[in-house]
T-cell receptor, first 113, second 115 residues
Framework: EAGVTQFPSHSVIEKGQTVTLRCDPISGHDNLYWYRRVMGKEIKFLLHFVKESKQDESGMPNNRFLAERTGGTYSTLKVQPAELEDSGVYFC???????????FGNGTRLTVT | AQSVTQPDIHITVSEGASLELRCNYSYGATPYLFWYVQSPGQGLQLLLKYFSGDTLVQGIKGFEAEFKRSQSSFNLRKPSVHWSDAAEYFCAVGSNTGTASKLTFGTGTRLQVTL
C-alpha cells in the first residue's frame, strides 16, 4: 500500500508570502494529523482530523495557519502570511482507527527567508 | 500536561557496541509510549510501542525498550549497533483516553555510528 505522501518536499518562500502544503494519507485512514518540528526542537502536534472534521486543533500556532480536509481525503495546510519563525519541517501522519499505528510522511521542509 | 525528555542530544557509538537511548516522560495516567526513528530524507518510522502488559517490548531492527513506571522512563536499547542505525530517534508519549491520540515528542537524539 502507498504510504503517506507529502508535497512539496521542500519549499523556500519569502516572509509575507503564502505557502500551501499538501498531505495525502493512506487510503482509508480517517485520522489525519499535522505536526511540525522547528529546528532543533521537539516535534509538536498541530491538529487532528477525523474524516473532514477537526477533532483537535489545539496545537495550531495562530490564525495564519489554516488546515482543511475537504471530503475527508487529502489535507492542506496553508500559511498566510508566512513569518520567519514558521520555518521547520511539517509532518503529516495518518492512522486507520484509534490505537492503530501512526504512519508518517517524509515531511515538507519549509524555509521562510 | 504530558512531556518527554530526551537528555542526550547527540550520541556516538562504535559499530558492534551496545546502545541505550534515554527517555523520561511526565504523564498523569498510564501512558502510551513510543519510539520512532527518522533516517535522513525519510519520515518517522515506528520502532516499537508500549500500551500495557509486559514492560519489556521488542521492536523492529533488533531494538527493545523497557517501561519503568517507578522511574518514568522508557529507554531504548540495542545490543549491537549497525552502521545503518545512524539516524535520529524520538521518544513520544500519547494519551490513552478516548479518541485523544495526539503524541508528545521529545527533542530527539541523533545517533552517529563509527566504523
Amino acid at each position: 500500500e502507498a504510504g503517506v505522501t507529502q508535497f512539496p518536499s521542500h519549499s523556500v518562500i519569502e516572509k509575507g508570502q503564502t505557502v500551501t502544503l499538501r498531505c495525502d494519507p493512506i487510503s482509508g485512514h480517517d485520522n489525519l494529523y499535522w505536526y511540525r518540528r522547528v529546528m532543533g526542537k521537539e516535534i509538536k502536534f498541530l491538529l487532528h482530523f477525523v474524516k473532514e472534521s477537526k477533532q483537535d486543533e489545539s496545537g495550531m500556532p495562530n490564525n495564519r495557519f489554516l488546515a482543511e480536509r475537504t471530503g475527508g481525503t487529502y489535507s492542506t495546510l496553508k500559511v498566510q502570511p508566512a513569518e520567519l519563525e514558521d520555518s521547520g519541517v511539517y509532518f503529516c501522519a495518518s492512522r486507520a482507527v484509534y490505537n492503530s499505528p501512526l504512519h508518517f510522511g517524509n515531511g515538507t521542509r519549509l524555509t521562510v527567508t | 500536561a504530558q512531556s518527554v525528555t530526551q537528555p542526550d542530544i547527540h550520541i556516538t557509538v562504535s559499530e558492534g557496541a551496545s546502545l541505550e537511548l534515554r527517555c523520561n516522560y511526565s504523564y498523569g495516567a498510564t501512558p502510551y509510549l513510543f519510539w520512532y526513528v527518522q533516517s535522513p530524507g525519510q519520515g518517522l518510522q515506528l520502532l516499537l510501542k508500549y500500551f500495557s502488559g509486559d514492560t519489556l517490548v521488542q521492536g523492529i531492527k533488533g531494538f527493545e525498550a523497557e517501561f519503568k513506571r517507578s522511574q518514568s522512563s522508557f529507554n531504548l536499547r540495542k545490543p549491537s549497533v549497525h552502521w545503518s542505525d545512524a539516524a535520529e530517534y524520538f521518544c513520544a508519549v500519547g494519551s490513552n483516553t478516548g479518541t485523544a491520540s495526539k503524541l508528545t515528542f521529545g527533542t530527539g537524539t541523533r545517533l552517529q555510528v563509527t566504523l
